[in-house]
T-cell receptor
């Protein structure tokens, strides 16, 4: 898993509550990504970061925000969770040009 | 908007047979085409990747064939083994630091 941990690994929450998922990496990789995986959709990029405090939106960013105050941590926040955000969330990192995106083990989020 | 189309959705192959998964892309600016393998409960892991300056890349039993004019690329798994049973995703990006656009995945089952 290239030194990537995600927490929590499983979470059940209720509609309307805020949720924060954490991605932690130990390889000092510059780039970090948040994807969601849903049946029939593959993996879709939510947000990504190309450095501390440098973030940008992916193709499915509505309802999500991110923060990166340290190289090693990339947080994904659902301000007010909805049932459509029930999914498996994967964090990925990449050191730089010529490297590979490495994925974490995932967080399974259920919004009731 | 499905920028990378993957087929088939599922594939059943006998041990020792050849597994073939196909992907087609739309954006001619894409220049990095990786394949990821995912086992249940795990994050995707890079299997093999190709750039459009070559038409084929082989690593062990896994081969990517690339057709730039047709905007298609495929994964061939020779001598398929039960341990190859997993979900396979193709992806594409503009440079490997850019966001990956994934296909919808192919579930491969290899029976002894």
């Amino acid at each position: 898993d290239a030194g990537i941990t995600q927490s929590p690994r499983h979470k059940v929450t209720e509609t309307g509550t805020p949720v924060t998922l954490r991605c932690h990496q130990t390889e000092n990789h510059r780039y970090m990504y948040w994807y969601r995986q849903d049946p029939g959709h593959g993996l879709r990029l939510i947000h990504y970061s190309y450095g501390v405090k440098d973030t940008d939106k992916g193709e499915v960013s509505d309802g999500y925000s991110v923060s990166r105050s340290k190289t090693e941590d990339f947080l994904l926040t659902l301000e007010s969770a909805t049932s459509s955000q029930t999914s498996v969330y994967f964090c990925a990192t990449l050191a730089g040009v010529g490297d590979t995106q490495y994925f974490g083990p995932g967080t399974r989020l259920t919004v009731l | 908007q499905q920028q990378v189309k993957q087929s088939p959705q599922s594939l059943i192959v006998q041990k020792g047979g050849i597994s073939i998964i196909n992907c087609a892309y739309e954006n001619t600016a894409f220049d990095y085409f990786p394949w990821y393998q995912q086992f249940p409960g795990k994050g995707p892991a890079l299997l093999i990747a190709i750039r459009p300056d070559v038409s084929e890349k082989k690593e062990g039993r896994f081969t990517i064939s690339f057709n730039k004019s047709a905007k298609q690329f495929s994964l061939h798994i020779m001598d398929s083994q039960p341990g190859d049973s997993a979900t396979y995703f193709c992806a594409a990006s503009k440079g490997n630091t850019d966001k990956l656009i994934f296909g919808t995945g192919t579930r491969l089952q290899v029976f002894p």
